[in-house]
């Protein structure tokens, strides 16, 4: 057992998560028996998950990295059965040689099956293939209630559509059936073209989304005025020739503890501007690997540090394509103007495929991300004024990535949740469901 030494990924709130190790699927339900009632647990991959959606109300969760085993894959059709401990980065490992990639990836590599299922996460292409839920074939479970049982959306389809997105609580997801795409290169050719504002971003996204499977940008988040959202919009599409070689360059360390953030207004504004003016041409095309396209912040492990002892929050919210102009422009003009914020501040544009999850975050619009370093009062009146014009607006905020949404906001965006909870493992708990839902 870990003594308390588990966190998520902002470190905020602060609750240290005792793990207990699980390596084999007869692990569990022992686990699981120790805790008892009214105390439940919690399964805990990488911790990637910002706020406490991964944080258990008990403080101790099964830590599931044990379970990484590749049970089998057909490389012909792309079709893998792996335990939910296997990161996307093991399976990339195995699958690109043979010509297969991930249908959906997040920022990170260094996510378990199991979590990129329970957050049903998206990516760069969610406007092209959706999220990651949507090419999840079959899952097993284990339950306090009825053992292990199979799902998908032909078998037990109501406990599908819970589990994903559903953050961990229908059951212990022990085996994931995935379906991958097929690839020809490990490079990717990429696109980045800088903009003056938000106008200039919408335009590009609706000329260019069609022509790219993988697009993003890059905000400045503090720039006022004229300047206001200036960035660089990112696109890119799989090479059609190259090795297919995985990536095994390993990653620097961000070795110091900073007692308080390294991430203020005077290092913002000089980042900022440095990334801004960096891309001297307007318009660069160029050839990168898949790792520098998909996983920049990857590079730095343990970059969370850097918001110092207090932590982070990060602030992701996605807003309906018909409010999304004025609505992001609004979000945008607060955060400037607060003087606070993140050296990655993304925007996206979200496609229209639905997600068979009932609790799935994107929605057919503009998503928003970006981190703030810890400080109470600052961020509870910022974050205030943000989620009264996401809502306003009809947007709603990720639970993954949240440290503070009211249960009045989560009920009125997600108003499944009452599926979920009817079909929540009575063993399982997250500080983040107690918090929206209890």
Known sequence: MTDGALTSWGRFPRFPQHGHPIHWQEDVPPALAKFGQPVPALAYGCGRSYGDSCLAV????????????LLSANWQTGSIVAEAGLTLAELIRVALPMGWFLPVTPGTKFVTLGGAVANDVHGKN???TGT???HVKRLTLYRSDQGVIATSLDERPEVFAATVGGLGLTGIILTVELQLR????ARMEERRIRFGGLDEFFDLAYRYDKDYEYTVAWIDCLAGGRNMARGHYIAGNHAPDGELKSERRRGLHMLIHPPVSLINRFSLHAFNAAIYHGQVRSDVRRSVNYDAFFY???RLLGWNRMYGNAGFQQYQCVVPQANSKEAIRSVVREIAK?????????????????????????????????DFPQRAQINRQLFDKLDALVHDAGGRLYPAKDAHMSAAHFQRAYPAWEEV????DPQLMSRFWRRVTQ
Do not use: Q, W, Y
């Open 421 to 424: 909870e009817g079909l929540r």
């Open 182 to 185: 097929p690839v020809t290169s």
């Open 132 to 134: 990651f839920g949507r």
């Open 126 to 128: 969610h406007h092209v």
């Open 296 to 298: 920049p912040l990857d």
């Open 58 to 69: 008990s403080d101790h969760v099964l830590v599931m990295s044990g379970m990484n085993r």
């Open 338 to 370: 607060s003087g606070t914020g993140s050296f990655l501040t993304v925007l996206k544009r979200c496609g229209d495929l639905a997600s068979p999850g009932l609790l799935s975050f994107p929605m057919p619009g503009i998503s928003l991300a970006l």
